[in-house]
């Protein structure tokens, strides 16, 4: 046998069911550990999110610039990404990194054993049992020979317990089991609607978090931003709360376990880097206020400031009255010459 992807989740599992004997507890610090070793992605997802709502107004300038030519407007708005080095689908890369240890421990908590150097032992299609394989070295047979696998391997059905309820038992395996269960492990698992409730808060917690964290995110960025990034956002927080939560009823307990927890530790991590990291105002030098000025012919600055010299030349003269009177007396002229 070799040591290959799922034996990495269930070599990591076996580590931390030393430190601390409880396979629940194994699991939410596998989760913790995962989260430390994304934090610094996370950390920059997080400041290229903030760049991205600094440049809003200048996103907003080149929108209304480009209205009629989009691929002129997504030039422009390309060109503006890489000038302040944001990438407006970067708050999606910690999500899909989540992934592949999601898969890999579905497959671990689903049937443990077979990644911790033991060979099924089948009966038409099921299996009976689970015996140690001879073909195991290095890691994987300190791993075979561990209080987690031996556990598992003698008292499968109380190791699993965490809470009341079985980290290898699904809400759906609960409510619908299968006629032929295909693991050992799950004929033992609870039956009926009633029994299934806590596997369902379980799920319902999942994707209540999960839309949760969106929603973080979206609010993080302010009620004006209206770009690519907000929309993809707005997208996911509705889409991916519902699809997590279909998988759910179908995953073991103790994947519900690992992206509760994940969830639980974004939305507190979320909250302090968003905390210490404030957004700043965006730079009001002499483009902004000309451009506040201007408008769309600059007119309006040109107009201010004949008038601000009118006002000053009458200022001086301190004959501002008299000065302006001088232009009706071509009045009685004009009539004049419509009586005429």
């Not at 997504?74 to 944001?86: D, F, G, R």
């Not at 379980?202 to 004006?224: E, I």
């Not at 279909?246 to 992206?259: C, I, K, Q, R, S």
């Not at 730079?283 to 008038?307: C, E, I, R, S, Y």
């Amino acid at each position: 046998m070799t040591f290959g992807f799922f034996e990495l989740f269930s070599s990591a599992l076996a580590g931390f069911y030393a430190l601390i004997p409880s396979y629940g507890l194994a699991i939410i610090l596998l989760t913790v550990a995962v989260r430390v070793l994304l934090l610094p992605l996370s950390i920059k997802q997080t400041r290229s999110m903030r760049e991205m709502q600094r440049i809003q107004p200048e996103i907003k300038r080149i929108q209304a610039k480009y209205k009629g030519n989009r691929q002129k407007m997504n030039e422009e708005m390309m060109a503006l990404y890489k000038e302040h080095s944001v990438n407006p689908f970067g708050g999606c890369l910690p999500l899909l990194m989540q992934f592949p240890v999601l898969i890999g421990l579905f497959y671990v908590v689903r049937e443990p054993l077979r990644y911790m150097g033991y060979a099924a032992v089948e009966r038409g299609d099921q299996i009976v049992g689970w015996a140690k394989s001879g073909e195991v070295s290095g890691i994987l047979a300190k791993v075979q020979t561990s209080s987690l696998a031996e556990g598992l391997d003698s008292a499968g059905k109380s190791l699993n317990q965490f809470l009341g309820m079985r980290l290898d038992c699904s809400a759906g395996g609960i409510i619908s089991p299968p006629e032929q269960a295909a693991h050992l492990l799950q004929e033992s698992c609870p039956q009926g609607i009633a029994a299934a409730l806590p596997y369902l808060v379980l799920v319902a917690l999942m994707g209540f978090t999960t839309y949760y964290q969106q929603k973080q995110m979206q609010a993080s960025r302010g009620p004006g931003a209206n770009d690519a990034m907000t929309q993809q956002m707005q997208m996911m927080g509705k889409i991916m709360p519902v699809m997590l939560m279909f998988f759910a009823y179908t995953f073991p307990l103790g994947v519900v376990l690992y992206w509760l927890t994940t969830n639980v530790w974004t939305i507190g991590q979320q909250r302090l880097v968003l905390a210490a990291a404030p957004v700043e105002p965006p730079p009001v030098g002499k483009k902004a206020k000309t451009a506040q000025g201007d408008g769309k012919t600059g007119a309006l600055p040109q107009a201010a400031a004949t008038n601000n010299k009118g006002k000053k030349s009458g200022a001086h003269t301190g004959n501002g009255a008299r000065s302006g009177a001088t232009a009706p007396k071509s009045r009685p002229s004009n009539k004049k010459k419509r009586r005429r």
